[in-house]
T-cell receptor, first 110, second 115 residues
Framework: GQSLEQPSEVTAVEGAIVQINCTYQ??????LSWYQQHDGGAPTFLSY????GLEETGRFSSFLSRSDSYGYLLLQELQMKDSASYFC???????????FGAGTRLFVKA | GAVVSQHPSWVICKSGTSVKIECRSL??????MFWYRQFPKQSLMLMAT?????????EQGVEKDKFLINHASLTLSTLTVTSAHPEDSSFYIC???????????FGSGTRLTVV
């Protein structure tokens, strides 16, 4: 089966950099995705890594190490609006369904 | 980009009644849609996979007779919560994959409250 582990909560100050880690266990690997969800809202897709290395998209970057079954989401120049839950996700065996981690609640303080 | 429209955004119903939630892909055809349930401060739990033209595939532990899924066309999937009970109160979200996208596009979600 598949399982993902990520911290339940992270707190950081405005303007800082924060890293949210995710370790996964899958019987086949089809990439690691990240989603952001604000309270009361739907998840929005942030990034996807299929190969090792860092993918940068503006203030957000995502990293993957397939040999370590590990990835992280890096948020730079934190803003108050970044306060949300962040989920890592992997496709299941066969790559058809998406399985989500438990989510990391990020609190950005002034 | 791909847009998924979900209605209603919130609904309150009496215990024992049924509620239908619609999910539409607005600018693409979705042969497959996914239905999730999310309790407060928890992750998204996949309930079922909705396939156009065939029966839905339910995850283990999800009652197919209680959560009826119909994928009537390439752009519409519906979830009906039958004989709703207070414990069914949750946030229900659909998602679909747009053409060429790696990520899934989610509907805006439906907050169901059963009283």
């Amino acid at each position: 089966g598949q399982s993902l582990e990520q911290p339940s909560e992270v707190t950081a100050v405005e303007g800082a950099i924060v890293q949210i880690n995710c370790t996964y266990q899958t019987s086949g690997f089809y990439g690691l995705s990240w989603y952001q969800q604000h309270d009361g809202g739907a998840p929005t897709f942030l990034s996807y890594n299929a190969l090792d290395g860092l993918e940068e998209t503006g203030r957000f970057s995502s990293f993957l190490s397939r040999s370590d079954s590990y990835g992280y989401l890096l948020l730079q120049e934190l803003q108050m609006k970044d306060s949300a839950s962040y989920f890592c996700a992997v496709p299941n065996t066969g790559g058809f369904k998406t399985i989500f981690g438990a989510g990391t609640r990020l609190f950005v303080k002034a | 980009g791909a847009v998924v429209s979900q209605h209603p955004s919130w609904v309150i119903c009496k215990s024992g009644t049924s509620v239908k939630i619609e999910c539409r892909s607005l600018d693409f055809q979705a042969t497959t849609m996914f239905w999730y349930r999310q309790f407060p401060k928890q992750s998204l739990m996949l309930m079922a996979t909705s396939n156009e033209g065939s029966k839905a595939t339910y995850e283990q532990g999800v009652e197919k007779d209680k959560f009826l899924i119909n994928h009537a066309s390439l752009t519409l999937s519906t979830l009906t919560v039958t004989s709703a009970h207070p414990e069914d109160s949750s946030f229900y979200i659909c998602s679909a994959s747009g053409t060429g996208d790696y990520g899934y596009t989610f509907g805006s979600g439906t907050r169901l409250t059963v009283v």
